[in-house]
C-alpha cells in the first residue's frame, strides 16, 4: 500500500498499480474509490492507511503503475521543498537522479515540476494565523451573546 497525496493535499492510496482518492473519512476507517471515475474499484483503510479494512473491488480497467510513480515523485519534491532551503532546481535534479521512473514515464514538464515545488513554498505560511484568529472571534461572540 502506497500513501500518496494530491495536489490538493487529499489523502491518496496506490496499491497493485491503480490509485485511489478519498471519498469519505469517518473516524474508523477512510474510503477509497478508484481514481478512474468510471470504474466502480473501492477499498476501505484504517484512518492512518496501513492496514485494509476492506480490501479493493474489482476494476474495470488496467493498472498504471506509471502514474503512481509520477505522484509518488511529485510528492517527494514537495516533501523536500518544504524541509530544505535548497534552489529548486537542485530538488528536481537530484530527486530526478534517485527516482525509478523511466524515460518513458509520463513525467510533467520541467516547469510544471517547478512550479510545484514554488506553490508547496508559498502556501504555508498564511494557514496558521487563519487557525488562530477564528477560535478568539467564536468566544468573543459568545460573551456578548451572553
Ligand atoms: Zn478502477
Same mark, same amino acid.
Given at each position: 500500500?502506497?500513501? !500518496?497525496?494530491?495536489?490538493?493535499?487529499?489523502?491518496?492510496?496506490?496499491?497493485?498499480?491503480?490509485?485511489?482518492?478519498?471519498?469519505?473519512?469517518?473516524?474508523?476507517?477512510?474510503?477509497?474509490?478508484?481514481?478512474?471515475? !468510471?470504474?466502480?474499484?473501492?477499498?476501505?483503510?484504517?484512518?492512518?492507511?496501513?492496514?485494509?479494512?476492506?480490501?479493493?473491488?474489482?476494476?474495470?480497467?488496467?493498472?498504471?503503475?506509471?502514474?503512481?510513480?509520477?505522484?509518488?515523485?511529485?510528492?517527494?519534491?514537495?516533501?523536500? *521543498?518544504?524541509?530544505?532551503?535548497?534552489?529548486?532546481?537542485?530538488?528536481?535534479?537530484?530527486?530526478?537522479?534517485?527516482?525509478?521512473?523511466? *524515460?518513458?514515464?509520463?513525467?510533467?514538464?520541467?516547469?510544471?515540476?517547478?512550479?510545484?515545488?514554488?506553490?508547496?513554498?508559498?502556501?504555508?505560511?498564511?494557514?496558521?494565523?487563519?487557525?488562530?484568529?477564528?477560535?478568539?472571534?467564536?468566544?468573543?461572540?459568545?460573551?456578548?451573546?451572553?
Amino acid at each position: 500500500m502506497q500513501r !500518496l497525496e494530491s495536489e490538493k493535499g487529499e489523502p491518496m492510496l496506490g496499491y497493485e498499480g491503480y490509485i485511489y482518492t478519498k471519498e469519505r473519512k469517518t473516524e474508523e476507517k477512510i474510503i477509497f474509490r478508484c481514481q478512474n471515475r !468510471l470504474c466502480k474499484g473501492r477499498c476501505h483503510t484504517d484512518p492512518s492507511m496501513t492496514i485494509f479494512i476492506k480490501r479493493p473491488t474489482a476494476h474495470c480497467h488496467g493498472p498504471s503503475i506509471d502514474q503512481i510513480l509520477v505522484i509518488e515523485f511529485k510528492n517527494k519534491i514537495k516533501a523536500r *521543498a518544504v524541509i530544505s532551503n535548497e534552489p529548486t532546481s537542485t530538488i528536481l535534479f537530484s530527486e530526478l537522479k534517485s527516482c525509478s521512473l523511466d *524515460a518513458a514515464a509520463p513525467l510533467p514538464t520541467m516547469a510544471t515540476l517547478q512550479r510545484t515545488i514554488r506553490r508547496q513554498r508559498e502556501a504555508p505560511t498564511s494557514i496558521p494565523d487563519e487557525l488562530k484568529k477564528q477560535p478568539i472571534k467564536k468566544i468573543e461572540d459568545t460573551t456578548k451573546r451572553l
